[in-house]
């Protein structure tokens, strides 16, 4: 047994590196010392399940739909056992395109609990059945370990996912980006976006989002404002997010920038192509207090009554994607405005001529 041990290493080399040059020489070691001596370090493997799942017929689409979304359910509700029962269950049908996508629901349980142990039991699982992880599988192990508060082990799986070159493809590069932004590690997340752009991967209007909303969480306003003027210099326009986000950031800033809040703002409100939203209304207290918010609101057209609504709920910035309220009604009032102002000119600038 023990002479079979440096074969199986090598074979795992192989399968981990097709191309010779999918992991980095000074992080392959550690990952396999993690994938095959995992069981010593974290409890019961699977014995019989080593050597791969033996599938059975597919599920109907409907059912297979049906037992995904009560899996996705209880991974919400970071219920493991329940999302685990649900798994094993439907395990032998789930076709193998899926069983990646299944097992990031599982992981999602796992983040959502903050349970690392049986995270770290599914990643193991996977990279048993060489089912490849993707960037995905990273970010929720990364957001368990966070949970749990353990960030030597959000280093662990930050370092492991390095050797998967995910910078080199656009879309996994944003998604670790935003991930790692999310979770306020605003160095990692920078350090994935340089490397993004020395691959030549052009960075995309949610990168720059990523970006601006880590560092303005972390109140770094002039960062903030850095990612937004490099956006702007790319060719991609900003919408509300962007500017929330700079207001979020004048208000997490030590001390606050009312002056810069309200610079940004006005912007925001000249901007024919953007216009405030709910989330707007509810940060921009925070930045400038409630008696300046109501004065700038007034000074750009913005529905008084509709104003006081928002300013007595506090909405981070994340939350504005699900609060779409009043932001027709908000564009509407603003176009009105411009149109009157128009009309008010092209008036007086007749008489002026009679």
Request: with cysteine; glycine share 6%.
């Amino acid at each position: 047994m023990l002479l079979a041990a440096p074969l199986l290493l090598e074979v795992a080399v192989v399968w981990l590196r097709p191309d010779g040059s999918r992991w980095r020489a000074s992080q392959a070691d550690g990952w396999l010392h993690q994938a095959f001596a995992g069981h010593m370090l974290h409890g019961v493997r699977r014995g019989s399940r080593d050597v791969g799942v033996r599938r059975t017929a597919a599920l109907p689409p409907r059912e297979f739909e049906r037992r995904c979304n009560k899996l996705n359910e209880l991974a919400e509700d970071g219920r493991v056992k329940d999302a685990e029962e649900v798994y094993m269950k439907m395990e032998k049908h789930v076709p193998l395109s899926k069983a990646r996508f299944v097992l990031n629901t599982v992981l999602k349980a796992c983040a959502n609990a903050a349970d690392e142990k049986r995270a770290r039991y599914w990643y193991e699982d996977m990279i048993e059945r060489n089912i490849e992880p993707n960037i995905k599988t990273f970010g929720k192990l990364m957001e368990t370990a966070n949970k749990a508060k353990n960030l030597s082990a959000v280093e662990e799986w930050y370092q492991i996912s390095l050797g998967y070159n995910f910078e080199k493809d656009p879309v996994q590069a944003t998604i670790m980006i935003d991930t790692l932004a999310h979770l306020g590690l605003v160095d990692r997340a920078e350090e994935q976006f340089r490397a993004m752009r020395e691959a030549s991967i052009e960075p995309t209007q949610q990168t720059f989002g990523s970006l601006i909303l880590g560092t303005a969480k972390k109140g770094m306003l002039e960062e903030a404002a850095g990612y937004f003027r490099a956006m702007r210099a790319s060719g991609i326009a900003p919408v509300t997010f962007h500017y929330n986000s700079l207001l979020l950031a004048c208000a997490n800033s030590e001390p606050p920038r009312p002056d810069a809040a309200e610079v940004i703002f006005n912007k925001m409100s000249q901007d024919s192509d953007v216009y405030p939203d709910a989330a707007t209304l509810s940060i921009l207290p925070q930045a400038i207090g409630h008696a300046e918010s109501r004065r700038l609101c007034k000074d750009n057209g913005i529905f008084q009554e509709v104003a006081e609504s928002i300013f007595s709920s506090k909405m981070d910035v994340d939350q504005q994607e699900s609060h779409f309220v009043m932001q027709k009604e908000l564009r509407e009032l603003k176009l009105k405005k411009r149109r009157f102002e128009s009309e008010g000119a092209q008036a007086t600038s007749a008489w002026s001529r009679g």
